[in-house]
């Protein structure tokens, strides 16, 4: 996989940020075209994604394609959360009747985490068939801690540090941590930190993923299967 980063200036207007990607949709060469968010504040977040070519939107944040997904129908699938639905998979996780506690509710995270947990297995873009809880930042800190504790599986993806606590968590629950938190270390260094409490919640839950080096690399290699999967349509080929 070839990929070549556009840098455009600050001061880029809407129209001018537009003008580039309309140039990569009808460029046959490129089969993906994925927008570095956030922008800058003078341009619509929305107007620039749904500018993207539904065909070669691979972060799968066109409008198009997350109406797809809210209605089970198979399309991209944002990065993020569907690497966190792979990890899932992959580690053996059951999920058919499970409790799934989701903090977070953003668009392109959270939303389509619960989307794709709660939803039939035998819907066209096949669900995981469990009862979600979906968290955010309005729900009282006792009731997050009511239905966390009943969790079989708990996913946090609102970039609070240590909003998971081992009280929290159920013994033996699946904890995956999408957080993505900086902090200043004693001699003066960044470090990267979740939204779980690692240290504490690892002596309690079945499987728990770090940070960095959990959610982060899957959400890589997710992006390279929308590409894959991208290059095939527009070539139309099925397998």
Do not use: W
Not at 58 to 87: Q, R, W, Y
Not at 153 to 178: E, F, Q, W, Y
Not at 186 to 191: A, I, L, N, S, V
Not at 226 to 234: D, E, S, V
């Amino acid at each position: 996989i070839h990929s070549k980063t556009i840098n455009l200036p600050k001061t880029s207007t809407e129209d001018e940020i537009i003008s580039k990607i309309k140039e990569l949709n009808e460029d046959s060469a490129v089969d993906g075209i994925l927008v570095q968010l956030p922008v800058p504040q003078h341009v619509s977040e929305r107007n620039v994604c749904n500018a993207v070519d539904p065909r070669k939107d691979v972060d799968g944040f066109h409008i198009m394609n997350m109406g797809k997904l809210s209605i089970n129908m198979d399309t991209f699938i944002p990065c993020t959360a569907l690497g966190v639905i792979e990890l899932i998979k992959r580690s053996n996780i059951t999920t058919f009747g499970k409790n799934v506690v989701v903090c977070g509710r953003s668009k392109n995270v959270g939303l389509p985490i619960a989307l794709l947990l709660h939803s039939d297995a035998r819907n066209e873009c096949p669900g995981m068939e469990a009862t979600v809880i979906l968290c955010h930042r309005h729900t009282p800190p006792e009731e997050l801690e009511f239905f966390s504790k009943r969790a079989d599986i708990i996913i946090s993806a609102t970039g609070v540090i240590n909003l998971i606590r081992p009280h929290m968590v159920k013994p033996g629950s699946c904890i995956i941590d999408v957080g993505i938190n900086r902090i200043q270390t004693e001699d003066g260094k960044t470090k990267l930190v979740g939204d779980v409490d690692f240290e504490g919640v690892s002596r309690i839950a079945g499987h728990i993923t770090p940070v960095p080096g959990g959610v982060g690399p899957m959400t890589v290699a997710m992006l390279m299967y929308n590409t894959l999967k991208a290059a095939k349509g527009l070539a139309n080929v099925s397998n």
